[in-house]
């Protein structure tokens, strides 16, 4: 995607959402001249769009922001119906199940390690 078209749509993403490019930044950790950099589709460090993308997952639909048909409204983007924020939830379990179970394992094989030196 064009880093123009990519950042006006950032643009009206904020705008949508009611902050300033001020108020980003603070969210984001980043600095208000490089947010504007960003929306004006000038290069930035693949960070600085990481941080804003990563600020926004809670708040829009991703995959609608890359998609061809992109429209700013609230009905498209935000999360406000009930299945989309269950899905956004079972990524988020899943996620936690996997850590745990990784947990476990690595566990399970340093007790497994240790009962052989005991013994």
């Not at 804003?52 to 609608?64: A, C, E, P, W």
């Not at 476990?104 to 005991?118: F, W």
């Amino acid at each position: 995607m064009d880093s123009m078209i990519l950042g006006e749509r950032l643009r009206q993403i904020r705008l949508m959402l009611g902050m300033t490019q001020k108020e980003l930044a603070w969210a984001t950790h980043l600095s208000q001249p490089v947010l504007s950099r960003l929306e004006n589709g000038e290069e930035v460090y693949a960070s600085v769009l990481l941080s804003v993308l990563y600020y926004y997952q809670g708040k829009i639909s991703l995959d609608r922001l890359f998609s061809p048909d992109f429209v700013a409204s609230k009905e498209k983007l935000l999360y406000t119906n009930r299945e989309d924020i269950l899905q956004k939830l079972v990524r988020q379990l899943d996620l936690i199940a996997d850590t745990i179970s990784e947990a476990n394992v690595m566990s399970l094989a340093q007790i497994d390690r240790l009962k052989k030196e005991v013994l």
